[in-house]
């Protein structure tokens, strides 16, 4: 038990030093994208969790339970280092939404399988998912929520490398059991964040935005969790960003999600991406950027899923030339037809 505590209280130190240095480094503007709505106020408020449990550390009262005074599950405290209660004390409705968490993560260990392209009425979709180095942190899937309509989702590890890959990893087998038993997007970002908010193998954050298109209305129902805005370019170049909607999952104490809704119309072109598509630099390391992704996409309306990923591939080799990019890149590209 000394050692778990050991490791969870160096694993919050560096949650807290990882997520301090980002907000110090970060411009405005990223941390207004990766906070959304709740602001930088609900970042603050993360900080305040992790100082908490810290000094809780440092008293050695941190996996101490409130009631009987010995230490708290070591399972339970992998999951949720705020757990104070043991589950002897949890009243009947604590008692069964652990068990549910518990039986989740059984079920997350065998979820694992790999995702298709989904076939669905009057769309034309392709993807395209390349890491910075042998694994990494970008994640793109479909699934289908528990009315059958299906969903798109596109998420990034704020880090890279091996450490990135598994905790996506993670994060996809926990989608997949998830996306089958909600109905709303929204729904889906909550549970992923309770999940994993206070899970101390989550060192920083995750951006993730999931939404569910419905064939007959032809209505898109998302949530953006701090993810780049995906773009939605209609036939005569006019264009909208999809913003966020929530935090990034794990970046700040937020427990509800908002979802929004909008309506896309034939010859509509819908591009999700990651970081490694606006922050690919140059010789001169200067950024493709949003602007440059935005006029792109609204001259290529005319373009299919597939060749509009063909060309920006293409935009993005001849912009970066020779430069060796640190970034995971990933694209999904959704057609309408006209």
Not at 50 to 71: F, P, Y
Not at 98 to 106: C, G
Not at 187 to 200: A, G, S, T
Request: hydrophobic content about 40%; charged content about 25%.
């Amino acid at each position: 038990m000394d050692t778990m505590l050991q490791r969870l209280r160096d694993g919050i130190k560096q949650r807290r030093q990882d997520l301090a240095d980002w907000l110090t480094r970060s411009s405005p503007q990223e941390r207004e994208t990766r906070s959304g709505p709740l602001g930088e106020a609900g970042i603050r408020a993360h900080l305040s969790v992790l100082d908490e449990a810290l000094q809780r550390s440092e008293r050695d009262t941190l996996g101490i339970c409130d009631v009987c005074k010995e230490r708290v599950d070591e399972s339970r405290l992998e999951m949720d280092f705020t757990a104070s209660v043991c589950i002897d004390h949890l009243t009947g409705e604590e008692r069964s939404r652990l068990e549910n968490d518990l039986e989740l993560s059984v079920k997350v260990q065998r979820a694992l399988l790999p995702h298709q392209v989904p076939s669905i009425r009057g769309l034309e979709i392709a993807a395209f998912s390349r890491p910075a180095s042998i694994v990494g942190g970008d994640y793109f899937d479909f699934v289908r929520m528990a009315n059958g309509s299906q969903a798109f989702v596109i998420a990034d590890v704020m880090g890279k490398g091996m450490p990135a890959s598994m905790l996506m990893a993670s994060l996809q087998a926990s989608l997949r059991i998830i996306a089958p038993e909600s109905l709303e997007p929204n729904d889906v970002v909550c549970r992923l964040n309770q999940l994993f908010c206070h899970n101390i193998r989550l060192t920083k954050f995750v951006t993730f935005f999931i939404g569910r298109y419905d064939e007959e209305s032809h209505i898109l129902t998302y949530c953006n969790a701090g993810h780049n805005p995906p773009l939605v370019v209609s036939k005569d170049g006019s264009r909208q960003q999809l913003l966020p909607t929530g935090a990034a999952i794990g970046l700040a104490e937020q427990f509800e999600f908002s979802r929004k809704q909008i309506t896309l119309r034939p010859g509509d072109r819908l591009l999700l991406y990651t970081d490694g598509v606006v922050d690919s630099w140059d010789k001169e390391r200067a950024l493709f950027g949003q602007e440059r992704l935005e006029e792109f996409l609204s001259n290529a309306t005319h373009l299919s899923a597939k060749d509009i990923i063909a060309e920006l591939r293409n935009r993005l080799q001849q912009f970066s030339g020779t430069e060796t990019q640190s970034d995971d890149t990933t694209i999904v590209a959704i057609s309408l037809d006209d």
